[in-house]
């Protein structure tokens, strides 16, 4: 049995960073594609962020060239490193596989983007 647990989220001014982990009990080694989502009030949560364990990466169009995606299959499972942050990335970000593993979900971290 696999648990997620998201940290490094927090408040911070447009145009800040933020690196988010995602720390992973149990075995890992099973899971081949891993992303990043998020869920802003009021809206359907998204995939924001994807890696394969080869290290292809894959991004939602609104943070292309903002946030990167890494993996480190030996210790925490995924990483977000996300720059240049805008209020409309305010949201609980989650990480999970794709297609996301409904047992998988943890309480996310909270990203607020704020002045």
């Known amino acids: 049995q696999v648990q997620l647990v998201e940290s490094g989220g927090g408040l911070v001014q447009p145009g800040g960073s933020l690196r988010l982990s995602c720390a992973a009990s149990?075995?890992?080694?099973?899971?081949?594609?891993m992303g990043w989502y998020r869920q802003a009030p009021g809206k359907q949560r998204e995939l924001v962020a994807g890696?394969?364990?080869?290290?292809?990466?894959n991004y939602l169009d609104s943070v292309k060239g903002r946030f990167t995606i890494s993996r480190d299959n030996a210790k925490n499972p995924v990483y977000l490193q996300m720059n240049s942050l805008k209020p409309e990335d305010t949201a609980v970000y989650y990480c999970?596989?794709?297609?996301?593993?409904?047992?998988?979900w943890g309480q996310g971290t909270q990203v607020t983007v704020s002045s």
């Open positions: 999970n596989t794709i297609p996301p593993m409904r047992d998988y």
């Open positions: 149990g075995s890992i080694f099973s899971i081949n594609v």
């Open positions: 890696i394969t364990s080869g290290g292809s990466t």
